[in-house]
């Protein structure tokens, strides 16, 4: 029987496993199936406390984890597909490859997952010209014409950072307002590569069957229906909380994010939740932390209150 399993391996559950592993209680952390969380895939973080010239996210994971790592914490590569009490003595966690582990404690850290337009030809162009991650893709679009489609600071992002290798980048978002930060608004409108298509739709990917041209854009007040031409198409509108195994078992909002309480507690004692699976409101690799720690420190009050 493990003491803690901390699902997920994003910054929230690295934190709560540095700080269990230190408290001696040797978290074991299921990796999930996107091992290091959104940050593997963000370029610079430039707002986490400590690092004035910022950080690249893989390397704060990748810090993180060695720092658990040293006070004992230990790694699986493998994914939760459903989790099981086992009456008033734990719970059971079932993984993708079979194995089943008996647990006194969860943290559940599963973050959240990009969200796709859910347009039939977006599923045919994904991986050909459709994609989720600048950091990961921009480069295959060397001074090639692009969209990126939100009004959030990722959209920003994911522009701002697709100057580097495309000739043009056009935001396209549903509104006449981005919702994204003054900050990251002003690199935007700075920046002669990039341009805005306000109020429009994405409502089909056009394409040849291997790559993409261009894009369907649905004006949102008239509903006016134009093409623009592109050879690459950026989703950047939001994430969605990876809860759907605690369907049932723990209490979530409508939008699926985990319910907790201000002590990390989910509707489950024994169960604490941390970062973005619990947070649709901050969503920020230190507040992701933040409450890593507190979920922390909460299971292990819990076990120590229960002497086990
Ligand atoms: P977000 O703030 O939720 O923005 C998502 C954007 O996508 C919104 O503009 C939304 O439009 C649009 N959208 C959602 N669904 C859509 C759909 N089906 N079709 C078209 N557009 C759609 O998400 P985010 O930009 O990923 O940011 C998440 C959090 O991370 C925020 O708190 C943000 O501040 C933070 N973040 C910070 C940084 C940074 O500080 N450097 C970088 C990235 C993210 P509406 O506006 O119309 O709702």
């Known amino acids: 029987m493990e003491q803690i399993i901390i699902l997920g391996t994003g910054i929230g559950g690295l934190t709560a496993a540095i700080y269990m592993a230190r408290a001696g209680l040797k978290p074991l952390l299921i990796s999930g199936p996107e091992e290091g969380g959104q940050l593997v895939y963000t370029k610079e973080v430039e707002n986490f406390p400590g690092f004035p010239e910022g950080i690249l996210g893989p390397s704060l994971i990748l810090n993180a984890r ?32 079979g194995e089943k582990i008996k647990t006194k404690t969860i943290i559940v850290a599963t973050g959240a997952s990009a969200k796709w337009l859910g347009i039939t030809s977006e599923k045919r162009y994904k991986g050909r010209g459709v994609t989720t991650c600048a950091t990961c893709d921009g480069a295959f679009f060397k001074g090639k014409k692009v969209i990126v489609v939100g009004g959030g600071d990722s959209a920003m992002e994911e522009a701002l950072f697709l100057t580097r290798f495309a000739s043009s980048v056009t935001v396209v978002h549903r509104r006449n307002f981005f919702r994204a930060s003054k900050f990251m608004q002003g690199r ?3 920046n002669s590569k990039c341009t805005v298509e306000w109020n429009k739709e994405v409502v089909e990917i056009l394409g040849d069957g291997k790559k993409i041209f261009g894009v369907k854009l649905k004006d949102a007040i008239t509903n006016v229906v134009s093409e623009l031409n592109c050879e690459g198409v950026f989703l950047a509108i939001g994430h969605n909380p990876n809860t759907s195994i605690f369907k049932g078992f723990l209490e979530m909002d409508a939008a699926g994010y985990l319910k907790t309480d201000r002590f990390c507690k989910t509707s489950v004692e024994g169960i604490f939740a941390a970062g973005d699976v619990q947070d649709n409101r901050y969503r920020q690799a230190i507040t992701a932390a933040g409450s890593g720690c507190m979920a922390a420190m909460e299971a292990e009050k819990y076990l120590r209150e229960r002497g086990i």
């Open 188 to 190: 935007l409108s700075t």
């Open 66 to 97: 060695k720092q658990a790592e040293k006070f004992g914490a230990r790694f699986k590569v493998d994914i939760a597909t459903a989790v099981e009490q086992l009456g008033d003595k734990g719970f059971i966690i079932s993984l993708a490859e």
